[in-house]
Structure formats: structure tokens, C-alpha cells
């Protein structure tokens, strides 16, 4: 079992920058990827990022490529999500998840994470 917990959430004005933390504990060298997505009231679930922990690789949704950073600290369980030039658009609640089985490559799809944090939430004002 692992277990995963978000911080960092808040408000911040367009333009601004904000850094998630997502600590994992328990079974934790069983992860393989990390990853983080957001949803919007009344909208799908949205992969974000994600990084593998074995090899560094990550992967980021169109939408935020250039202005996220998705980066970890497996000595610590730690993985971050700084983001940068945010916009109105990236108000959401961010959630970090865990993906223990076997994968070779990237994925943002919900259904390839098995832990999930409760989630962060983040608004970005205009």
C-alpha cells in the first residue's frame, strides 16, 4: 500500500508561480511513475505531468509544456510540480497519484495510477 499526500495549493495571480509536493509513503519502491493531474468542476480528470522514478523520464500535457516542471527527490518520496507563467485556465484541484505495476512508458491517463492523494487545490485570478 502507499499512500500520497499532496501540499502546496493556493491562490496566486496570473503570471505567478506555485510549487506542489506530493510525499509518498509505505510500499514506496514499488512506484514506478508518478504523476500529477487536475480537475475543473463539471470536467474530466486531466493528466499533467508525470516522471518515472527509475529513470527521470517524464511527459507533460500540451497545455503545459514550457511553463511546468514535473521533478522528484526519490531519496525523500518527494515529487514536485513547479509551475510557472500560470494562468486563469490552470485553476483546478491538482492530485497526485502513484502507479505501482509494471510500465515502460509514459502515460496521463487516470486508469494507469493506482494511489491517488486527496488533492490540492490551486486558483489562479486574473
Known amino acids: 500500500q502507499v499512500l500520497v499526500v499532496e501540499s502546496g495549493g493556493g491562490s496566486v495571480q496570473a503570471g505567478g508561480s506555485l510549487k506542489l509536493s506530493c510525499q509518498t509513503s509505505?510500499?514506496?519502491?514499488?512506484?514506478?511513475?508518478m504523476g500529477w493531474f487536475r480537475q475543473t468542476a463539471g470536467k474530466a480528470l486531466e493528466g499533467v505531468a508525470t516522471?518515472?522514478?527509475?529513470?527521470?523520464?517524464?511527459d507533460y500535457t500540451d497545455s503545459v509544456k514550457g511553463r511546468f516542471t514535473i521533478s522528484q527527490d526519490n531519496a525523500e518520496n518527494i515529487v514536485y510540480l513547479q509551475m510557472n507563467s500560470l494562468k486563469p485556465e490552470d485553476t483546478a484541484m491538482y492530485y497526485c497519484?502513484?502507479?505501482?505495476?509494471?510500465?515502460?512508458?509514459?502515460?496521463?491517463?487516470?486508469?494507469?495510477?493506482?494511489?491517488w492523494g486527496r488533492g490540492t487545490q490551486i486558483t489562479v485570478s486574473s
Open positions: 497519484a502513484a502507479n505501482s505495476r509494471a510500465r515502460w512508458t509514459p502515460s496521463l491517463r487516470e486508469r494507469d495510477f493506482n494511489y
Open positions: 509505505g510500499y514506496t519502491h514499488e512506484i514506478n511513475w
Open positions: 516522471i518515472s522514478t527509475g529513470t527521470g523520464i517524464t
